[in-house]
């Protein structure tokens, strides 16, 4: 049986087997997947010695996204891009392929839930690896403007320049931010410690769609924040987690399965 898992530290909170075991079914695909914690001064090692006993792929999440990307042999354009991989394959020739499927994880999840971004004007809230990722395969689907704000204005400044060649990105202080935008993804981690990034409320307005990459059984912090403000409509990162997960399966076993019926399982367990 082919063998796949999960790295990270820590790693026991992950529901990417429970997902990846509901994928194997759907698509009658033989595979076992498994968490395994990585000494935070051993990822490589760890990994190396996974693939050395057979196995066949893996997902790569906090903190080693970066070490990651230093690992593979081979990447893909859009890991090139986020300078991060969440993905790792064994070629038939040995090579290691890595690759980054958050972006596009995100992207599937908007248009799953009706978020057409041609057109709009997005707000990026946050500059670190989620935010990276992110940014290519937003600006592919031709936003008006993409504005990405952070606490630090220079990582966002940094971003923006590195991303310019692709589409119209700008950077921005979070404590500047004004304008009224269209959808707002917060990529930060605020929500995990139940706070909010220094925003000003009258961002938020009735047509606004807000999304953050955070979930939980009930709304983040950010999106009860913005609810309460009159927010149109409210998305957490569930179903970014679960479509990136689903790109992941597909790099794998070349098959694509479905993630409506996953989503809804995986709401229904939190609960």
């Known amino acids: 049986m082919d063998r796949y898992a999960v790295f990270g530290n820590p790693i026991k ?6 997902i990846h075991t509901l994928f194997a079914r759907q698509t009658q695909q033989a595979l076992s997947y ?4 990585a000494p935070l001064d051993g990822f490589a090692a760890a990994v190396m010695s996974f693939f050395a006993q057979g196995g066949k792929g893996c997902n790569i999440t906090v903190p080693f996204k970066e070490e990651a990307f230093h690992l593979a042999s081979a990447l893909s354009s859009r ?26 994880g995100l992207i599937q999840d908007l248009h799953f839930n009706g978020v057409a971004i041609s057109g709009l004007r997005v707000l990026l809230l946050g500059a670190g690896g989620a935010a990276r990722g992110a940014i290519g395969p937003l600006l592919a ?3 008006a403007q993409l504005v990405v704000a952070n606490r630090t204005v220079s990582k966002a400044e940094a971003l923006a320049e590195l991303f310019q060649p692709l589409g119209p990105v700008t950077a921005s202080a979070l404590h ?22 220094e925003l000003a409320g009258s961002l938020i307005h009735p047509d606004i769609t807000v999304y953050d990459m955070m979930y939980g059984v009930t709304d983040t912090a950010f999106n009860a ?3 309460k403000l009159g927010a149109y409509r409210i998305m957490d990162g569930l179903g970014m987690l679960v479509s990136q997960a689903a790109e992941s399966f597909a790099i794998w076993r070349g098959i694509r399965p479905g993630t409506r019926q996953v989503i809804t399982e995986l709401r229904r367990n939190m609960g």
């Open 225 to 227: 924040w913005a609810r």
């Open 141 to 143: 689907e031709q936003p």
């Open 176 to 197: 500047l931010l004004d304008g009224k935008f269209d959808l707002i993804i917060n990529s930060t981690s605020a929500s995990l410690d139940g706070r909010v990034p």
């Open 13 to 18: 909170h992950s529901k990417s087997p429970y």
């Open 79 to 104: 890991a090139q891009l986020a300078g991060a991989v969440n993905t790792l394959k064994l070629t038939d020739d040995g090579l290691l392929w890595g690759d980054n499927t958050d972006g596009a």
């Open 34 to 37: 498994e968490r395994i914690e």
